[in-house]
């Protein structure tokens, strides 16, 4: 890197920004599109969840596919699709996704226990080709949370009309 003028380092830091927030700029439109409402990075919280929705005791964390180790399984560490684990330098890499993906699991345990649910969504997920689904399934899910917690045990169909209800209300605040 040391070879570049400066201008071509801040426009190269520039682009890396910008492809590292992409991710959870297409969820936050989607989730807002849909009437959701949330915080951002709220620093408070274990591992400052992307993004935080109160109302649905949820923190959403938006994860890169290489860094946090997607489809990685944590007692082999071989690549997966997601993630392919450099050869050079291969017990670095290992190391370090692996400390992340426990990093991961112990901030989502701590966030369980003081009540919140987690929802972590891949960047792979959010290609053009499935971002609608992912998002569908996202909302879907947020709004299955709400009702557990309020503990409205009503049949399926029933709950379904609910869910279009609450996106409805959602939207008046
Ligand atoms: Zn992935």
New binding site residues.
């Given amino acids: 890197m040391d070879h570049l003028t400066p201008q071509q380092r801040h426009k190269n830091m520039a682009a890396i920004r910008n492809k590292n927030t992409k991710p959870e700029m297409i969820v936050r439109k989607g989730l807002w599109k849909r009437g959701f409402r949330y915080r951002l990075n709220h620093k408070r919280l274990p591992g400052h969840p992307d993004l935080v929705l109160r109302k649905y005791r949820t923190c959403i964390f938006i994860n890169g ?1 290489f860094w946090h180790g ?2 990685v399984e944590s007692n082999t560490m071989e690549s ?4 392919k684990i450099p050869t050079t330098n291969h017990d670095f890499w290992v190391a370090k996704i692996r400390r992340n993906k426990d990093r991961d699991k112990e901030e989502q345990r701590k966030l369980a226990e003081m009540g919140w649910h987690c929802i972590t969504v ?4 959010l290609k053009s080709s499935k971002r609608e689904d992912t998002l569908e399934s996202i909302a879907f899910t947020l709004n299955h949370i709400y009702l557990q917690d309020h503990s409205l045990n009503r049949p399926y169909e029933q709950q379904e009309e609910e869910t279009g209800m609450l996106m409805a209300a959602e939207e008046l605040y």
């Avoid at 997966?80 to 993630?83: A, G, P, Q, R, Y």
């Fill in positions: 596919c997607h489809l997966s699709v997601c993630c891949w960047e792979c997920e």
